[in-house]
């Protein structure tokens, strides 16, 4: 238990002293545009990392199953400019119909 804390605390100080070395760099170096496109494209790309581990990953073997075609309706309602709101509900009622329907 006291193994867990320890990391526990020693992550919640990494982080901060992560965020407090991004505060303490100069203007400079955050004016340069690589460091502008890499703080742009962090994010982005951060975020379809999970994406992809949370829709093809089951443990450690790679599985395609209702949240790929939930993904896929998703991809779709964006390329038509739906609401966030409502690619969501559609890519969860995607999948919820097809776990449904295979059992």
């Known amino acids: 238990m006291t193994t867990t804390w320890a990391a526990l605390l020693a992550l919640a100080a990494g982080c901060y002293l992560l965020k407090l070395a991004g505060l303490s760099l100069p203007t400079g170096v955050l004016e340069r545009p690589f ?11 951060l975020l379809a990392a999970l994406v992809a581990v949370q829709t093809a990953a089951d443990g450690s ?14 991809v779709v309602a964006l390329l038509l400019r739906a609401n966030f709101l409502v ?5 969860a009622a995607t999948a ?3 776990r449904l329907v295979t059992g």
């Open 96 to 98: 919820a119909l097809l």
């Open 35 to 45: 460091v502008r496109r890499a703080a742009l494209a962090l994010p982005v790309a």
């Open 61 to 74: 073997s790679v599985v395609v199953d209702a949240r790929a075609a939930g993904l896929a309706v998703a």
């Open 87 to 91: 690619v969501v509900v559609l890519a």
